[in-house]
T-cell receptor, first 114, second 117 residues
Framework: DGGITQSPKYLFRKEGQNVTLSCEQNLNHDAMYWYRQDPGQGLRLIYYSQIVNDFQKGDIAEGYSVSREKKESFPLTVTSAQKNPTAFYLC?????????????FGPGTRLTVL | GENVEQHPSTLSVQEGDSAVIKCTYSDSASNYFPWYKQELGKGPQLIIDIRSNVGEKKDQRIAVTLNKTAKHFSLHITETQPEDSAVYFCAATLGRGYGGSQGNLIFGKGTKLSVKP
């Protein structure tokens, strides 16, 4: 059963803590993405990766970090430098990024800062 | 930079009626336009997409039209059903002028569709 999984579904963090959100795909896709979604807003791109060991900043990368050590995995770390981290985080993947960018999304992780 | 405007932000229709959601984009080099449906608490699902070399595409009750000259595209849902109730997002790709970001998607802010039985 192919798809994208994200864990955990809900995550609570105290101020000043770093947390890592997991994203795994078994679609054999080259490109992976992290988006942030706030109420009433569209999806905003945090980071993206076209291939293993390479990633690029998106529109709102400050306070976040990523790694891409395996093709299947693209974890996102929300650091204490992110001023307003409470949001719904979505991971996506696509076969290629440069032509007809059909992206498939995971179920999301809702992060709440206490 | 590239901007995607989506209207309306909320739309309420009676079951069986049609629903139309419109988006405009600013980058004339955009070449791919997907539509996503997002149910509460879930990730977006791709429901239909269109490429810049096509003017219209249909899939059962949903259709998308693209006007490249005017830089706008629309989602049409006919014979709406209560299960169509969700938030719908349009998106457009960044074109060649955006260098390494070419191919990334820019999303509209979404339309909350409510279908009343």
């Amino acid at each position: 059963d192919g798809g994208i999984t994200q864990s955990p579904k809900y995550l609570f963090r105290k101020e000043g803590q770093n947390v890592t959100l997991s994203c795994e795909q078994n679609l054999n896709h080259d490109a992976m993405y992290w988006y942030r979604q706030d109420p009433g807003q569209g999806l905003r791109l945090i980071y993206y990766s076209q291939i293993v060991n390479d990633f690029q900043k998106g529109d709102i990368a400050e306070g976040y970090s990523v790694s891409r050590e395996k093709k299947e995995s693209f974890p996102l770390t929300v650091t204490s430098a992110q001023k307003n981290p409470t949001a719904f985080y979505l991971c996506a993947s696509s076969k290629r990024r440069d032509r007809g960018n059909e992206q498939f999304f995971g179920p999301g992780t809702r992060l709440t800062v206490l | 930079g590239e901007n995607v405007e989506q209207h309306p932000s909320t739309l309420s229709v009676q079951e069986g009626d049609s629903a139309v959601i419109k988006c405009t984009y600013s980058d004339s080099a955009s070449n791919y336009f997907p539509w996503y449906k997002q149910e509460l608490g879930k990730g977006p699902q791709l429901i239909i997409d269109i490429r810049s070399n096509v003017g219209e595409k249909k899939d059962q009750r949903i259709a998308v039209t693209l006007n490249k000259t005017a830089k706008h595209f629309s989602l049409h849902i006919t014979e709406t059903q209560p299960e169509d109730s969700a938030v719908y997002f349009c998106a457009a790709t960044l074109g060649r002028g955006y260098g390494g970001s070419q191919g990334n998607l820019i999303f509209g802010k979404g339309t909350k569709l409510s279908v009343k039985p």
